[in-house]
């Protein structure tokens, strides 16, 4: 069992995370403002990301190149830039997914023969894929799109999965 200090330290090690996170959502929230009417109302076609697209948004290679310019208003201006795009891809993941649900949820009230395990694991593909839509957001802004590149394409190959899945429901249906 842990001590009163082990549990005061958890407690302000969670208010000092809780208050990072905001001060980067709030930063980048006027970035994302502008676009988030226009995700809204093409969620209905809206296609994932290439991989490719995904792996170069997440990726340290340009990060590294803009370094070696010692410039540190290019490095500051480079990461608000590549952390507005990545959150950006991983709003539009998020609207993707929700679409692919809904579509998803449609099929599935007309159809007469529901197979409920397929229905629970696309329901856990869909719950991790918002899970770790929601960890990208958080993350993104306390340590930048690099250190998630892994995490990134894992939830690209899930999103991938997922569409792949409701199109042959759909076919079969």
Not at 15 to 40: C, K, P
Not at 47 to 76: N, T, W, Y
């Amino acid at each position: 069992m842990i001590g009163a200090y082990g549990a005061l330290s958890v407690g302000v090690l969670l208010l000092f995370l809780i208050l990072v996170w905001l001060r980067a959502s709030l930063a980048q929230r006027d970035d994302l403002s502008n676009q988030e009417g226009l995700l809204d109302h093409e969620s209905e076609g809206l296609e994932a990301c290439p991989q490719e697209f995904v792996s170069r948004i997440f990726e340290g290679d340009d990060l590294k190149f803009i370094s070696r310019f010692d410039s540190p208003k290019l490095q500051k201006y480079f990461r608000r830039e590549r952390n507005a795009v990545a959150l950006l891809w991983v709003q539009q993941t998020t609207m993707h997914i929700r679409g692919i649900m809904r579509q998803h949820l449609e099929t599935s009230r007309r159809s007469k023969d529901l197979h409920v395990a397929t229905e629970a694991k696309i329901f856990a593909q869909y719950a991790q894929l918002r899970f770790l839509c929601g960890i990208l957001f958080i993350s993104i802004g306390l340590v930048g799109p690099q250190k998630m590149r892994g995490v990134a394409l894992y939830a690209q190959e899930l999103t991938q999965q997922l569409g792949h899945a409701q199109l042959e429901l759909d076919s079969a249906r």
